[in-house]
C-alpha cells in the first residue's frame, strides 16, 4: 500500500522534468569522466554515456510499473 501511495505522490510534470534533468546531469558528468578515464573523445563517452543512462533508465521504469501493479 505505501509503495503505491508513493507512486502517486511522485507522479506528474515535475517530477518528470527534475528526474530528466537529473539523468542529463548525470549522463554529462559521466562522459566527463569517462573521458579522463580513456582515450575515446567526449562526443564518444556522450553517446555510450546516454546509452548506459537509457538501458538503466528503462530497467528502472519497467521495475516500476511491474511494482506498480502488485
Known amino acids: ?3 503505491k501511495l508513493w507512486f ?3 507522479s506528474g510534470w ?3 522534468i527534475f ?3 537529473v539523468v542529463f546531469l548525470f549522463m554529462m558528468a559521466l562522459s566527463v569522466l569517462m573521458t ?3 582515450n575515446r573523445s567526449v562526443a ?3 553517446m555510450l554515456a546516454g546509452v548506459v543512462v537509457a538501458v538503466i533508465g528503462f530497467g528502472l521504469l519497467g521495475l516500476l510499473a511491474v ?3 502488485l
Open 1 to 3: 500500500m505505501n509503495a
Open 8 to 10: 502517486v505522490q511522485l
Open 14 to 16: 515535475p517530477i518528470f
Open 19 to 21: 528526474i530528466v534533468a
Open 36 to 38: 579522463r578515464l580513456s
Open 44 to 46: 564518444q563517452n556522450a
Open 67 to 69: 511494482l506498480s501493479r
